[in-house]
């Protein structure tokens, strides 16, 4: 799944401005889909020199002119041919997994702090998304439904192990200290 396949998918729904992609980006997509906001400018632009959205401006009195994107039959068949393609493998970048496979080089305090810090993200995470479940859920479609549910259970399931190995982690820092006196 590249960028403008997501950018394409949502204007399949309705006409956008790059701000409005921008706040489902952040507002949506945050547990599923890392897009910065750098990449949905150049995206549009390429997307628009393809043939596969159109532009139009949007007068505006006392503000800035607006510009909309809508998506061109072109767009359509190159959206289509994506959600006919193959599901790719799932990409995970997690700097907390990666601090926790090398934190046999740090210490046992800097360990614990980084999964209590992880579990307080995890548990926001969760309450924004369970936050945005009940906004939403009069208009959420099925599909819609099961990406939100997943990322819920997906940080539950996190929050809940790293619990408890955080008791393991305090529970081996006891006995340590214990065998030193």
Same mark, same amino acid.
């Given at each position: 799944?590249?960028?403008?396949?997501?950018?394409? &998918?949502?204007?399949?729904? !309705?006409?956008?401005?790059?701000?409005?992609?921008?706040?489902? $980006?952040?507002?949506? $997509?945050?547990?599923?889909?890392? &897009? #910065?906001?750098?990449?949905?400018?150049?995206?549009?632009?390429?997307?628009?020199?393809?043939?596969?959205?159109?532009? @139009?401006?949007?007068?505006?009195? &006392? !503000?800035?002119?607006?510009?909309? $994107?809508?998506?061109?039959?072109?767009?359509? !068949?190159? $959206?289509?041919?994506? /959600?006919?393609?193959?599901?790719? !493998?799932?990409? /995970?970048?997690?700097?907390?997994?990666?601090?926790?496979?090398?934190?046999?080089?740090?210490?046992?305090?800097?360990?614990?702090?980084?999964?209590? @810090?992880?579990?307080?993200?995890? @548990?926001?995470?969760?309450?924004?998304?369970? #936050?945005?479940?009940?906004?939403?859920?009069?208009? %959420?479609?099925?599909?819609?439904?099961?990406?939100?549910?997943? &990322? %819920?259970?997906?940080?539950?399931?996190?929050?809940?192990? /790293?619990?408890?190995? /955080?008791?393991?982690?305090?529970?081996?820092?006891?006995?340590?200290?214990?065998?030193?006196?």
């Amino acid at each position: 799944m590249k960028g403008r396949d997501v950018v394409l &998918g949502l204007l399949m729904e !309705k006409e956008l401005s790059g701000y409005d992609i921008k706040m489902v $980006f952040e507002e949506i $997509f945050t547990h599923f889909f890392d &897009g #910065s906001f750098g990449m949905i400018y150049p995206t549009l632009r390429q997307l628009e020199k393809d043939g596969k959205i159109r532009k @139009e401006v949007v007068m505006q009195d &006392g !503000k800035p002119n607006k510009k909309m $994107f809508f998506i061109t039959d072109e767009g359509r !068949k190159e $959206f289509q041919q994506y /959600l006919q393609s193959d599901v790719e !493998k799932e990409v /995970l970048r997690s700097d907390f997994l990666m601090r926790m496979y090398f934190g046999k080089y740090s210490d046992v305090s800097t360990i614990q702090k980084w999964m209590e @810090e992880e579990i307080k993200r995890k @548990e926001a995470d969760i309450e924004d998304l369970l #936050s945005k479940y009940e906004t939403w859920k009069k208009g %959420i479609t099925f599909e819609e439904e099961v990406s939100l549910e997943i &990322g %819920i259970a997906t940080y539950t399931a996190e929050v809940e192990t /790293l619990k408890k190995k /955080l008791t393991q982690l305090k529970k081996k820092m006891r006995l340590s200290s214990k065998i030193i006196l």
